[in-house]
């Protein structure tokens, strides 16, 4: 029998009943669609944490103190945190542009009746040019402010938003809450938008000079974290080697024992981010992928219905001279059209959720063409996978059987 006939006793059949194709359809759409919603939503994470970290360049490097551990337990006799003189020390190596120091913690803000949980960095004037910090308003706080512990704050565009969200927060008083610590703070600036991403958000922050954080709201001298601007990428081997023999010798670790700190390079930072943004989209194509398999075994279960309803058009077309390889090719091809028409419809329904989740959410979504194209042909393939042993059963039907079955 010609391909071509096969093909269209298969559509005569699938629209002999529009409804229960539809419904049967319907697990593969949602599956394919959210198929592409998750690795879109995972390829806009990766893209948006990628773009964060190498818009601060390729030359930074981050010294974070941290405790000797041995079998899993720490020696905090051995450790030793960061401070200013470490960070002074780190300033006279050659090959080191800038340094900047931060404090980081949670507040809670408050002005008047509105309010927000938010981050808040204590750091130096040569953060803002460190991290490309750009201000829509106002200005960044200079080094007198610095050594005059004064209570100046910069906003992160979405904690000025939510904490002003009718006039200029410039000039405008905030009061930060640490636990049962209380200050207020004048606002001097706010920084310019950069999008959430997830990770060390900018526009939900709030920066304030690194020694009103240590003597003011968390009451400690020493350093969260040192950020290291090296003047090229040729030279990040070589200073990360001097700083950490200066840290060695500054913080008395003998030779054989681990350092209580340490350095991260910007690279390794931004390739460590990537392979996690990547897990995380796998791990979400995985879980959308579990609805396709649902509408797979939708597909089967329909298709040996339809089995069981015509089987005595099976014996008779078998009866008349049908080959056992039409009537598998018959239902499987029935099988496959509603798979494909269902990814069809499924890749429409993506697009336009991914478009809803970049109009009404704080997450971008990324479509990108392997996500498309891995959602049709997963489809197709849960058409044929799924399709096989009904369309087996089909041509396996005896014709006298068949003929006799009422």
Not at 76 to 104: H, N
Not at 136 to 157: C, H, M, R
Not at 364 to 370: E, F, L, N, Q
């Amino acid at each position: 029998m010609k391909f071509g006939r096969i093909l269209k006793m298969a559509l005569r059949a699938l629209t002999h009943n529009k409804s229960r194709s539809f419904l049967t359809m319907l697990g593969v759409i949602i599956g394919v669609a959210a198929v592409i919603m998750m690795l879109s939503v995972g390829a806009g994470t990766q893209a948006a944490v990628t773009g964060r970290i190498s818009s601060l360049g390729t030359n930074l490097l981050m010294i974070q103190p941290g405790n000797v551990r041995a079998g899993g337990v720490a020696l905090s006799s051995q450790a030793q945190s960061l401070t200013m003189e470490d960070l002074e020390a780190i300033r006279s190596i050659e090959g080191v542009k800038s340094v900047a120091p931060t404090l980081s913690g949670r507040v809670q803000a408050v002005v008047s009746s509105n309010n927000t949980n938010t981050s808040v960095v204590g750091t130096t004037p040569e953060y803002q040019a460190l991290m490309n910090i750009k201000l829509s308003q106002g200005i960044f706080f200079a080094q007198p402010e610095v050594d005059q512990w004064d209570k100046v704050a910069v906003l992160g565009a979405t904690v000025a938003q939510t904490l002003f969200p009718e006039g200029n927060p410039v000039g405008q008083t905030v009061q930060l809450v640490v636990n049962q610590t209380k200050a207020v703070f004048r606002v001097i600036g706010v920084m310019a938008s950069k999008g959430g991403t997830g990770f060390s958000n900018q526009d939900d922050q709030i920066i304030v000079p690194i020694t009103t954080a240590q003597k003011i709201l968390f009451g400690r001298s020493t350093l969260g974290q040192i950020n290291v601007e090296v003047n090229s990428v040729e030279q990040m081997t070589d200073v990360s080697s001097k700083i950490t023999q200066i840290l060695r010798i500054r913080h008395n670790i003998a030779e054989g024992k681990s350092d209580d700190f340490s350095i991260l390079n910007q690279q390794d930072l931004l390739e460590t981010m990537s392979s996690v943004a990547a897990s995380f989209t796998t791990l979400l194509a995985g879980i959308a992928s579990i609805s396709l398999l649902v509408g797979g075994i939708g597909i089967m279960n329909i298709m040996l219905v339809s089995v069981t309803e015509r089987t005595r058009e099976i014996g008779l077309r078998k009866a008349i001279g049908a080959l056992q390889r039409d009537i598998i090719i018959q239902f499987l091809l029935e099988a496959v059209i509603l798979s494909t028409f269902g990814g069809i419809l499924g890749i429409i329904l993506g697009f336009g959720g991914s478009f809803l989740i970049n109009s009404w959410g704080n997450t971008t979504a990324v479509i990108t063409a392997d996500s498309v194209l891995l959602g049709f042909l997963f489809s197709v393939a849960v058409g044929v996978f799924f399709g096989f042993y009904p369309a087996q059963k089909a041509a396996r039907l005896e014709p006298i059987e068949a003929l006799r079955y009422e």
